[in-house]
Nanobody
């Protein structure tokens, strides 16, 4: 069983920055993919960024390219999402996700473990 604990959400004005953290329990496999998804009411949960632990290969949805950076600290089983130049449309609940194996997809069903979510609110 993998447990994920997110932190770092909050409220910020447009143009500001936030850094999200996701700490995974010790019972994780070295061959895994972790990512950040976001969801707003009435919409599907969408992948924002993913990172493959073994190679650090990353994926970003077009809407955040150049503004968000996903990174990892393997020694601490922690993944980060640095969010810069935040926009009002980035407002959402952000979820950390984990799957064993490579980053083979970016839909919700590709990931088997989820954190509880952390709210990010960007005001104009």
């Amino acid at each position: 069983q993998v447990q994920l604990v997110e932190s770092g959400g909050g409220s910020v004005q447009a143009g500001g920055s936030l850094r999200l953290s996701c700490a995974a329990s010790a019972s994780t496999y070295s061959n895994n993919c972790m990512g950040w998804f976001r969801q707003t009411p009435g919409k599907e949960r969408e992948a924002v960024a993913t990172i493959y632990r073994l190679t650090s290969n990353t994926y970003y949805v077009d809407a955040v390219k150049g503004r968000f950076t996903i990174s990892q600290d393997n020694a601490k089983n922690t993944v980060f999402l640095q969010m810069n130049n935040l926009k009002v449309e980035d407002t959402a609940m952000y979820y950390c996700a984990y799957r064993r194996g490579g980053c083979v997809g970016t839909v919700r069903s590709d990931f088997g473990y989820w954190g509880q979510g952390t709210q990010v609110t960007v005001s104009s």
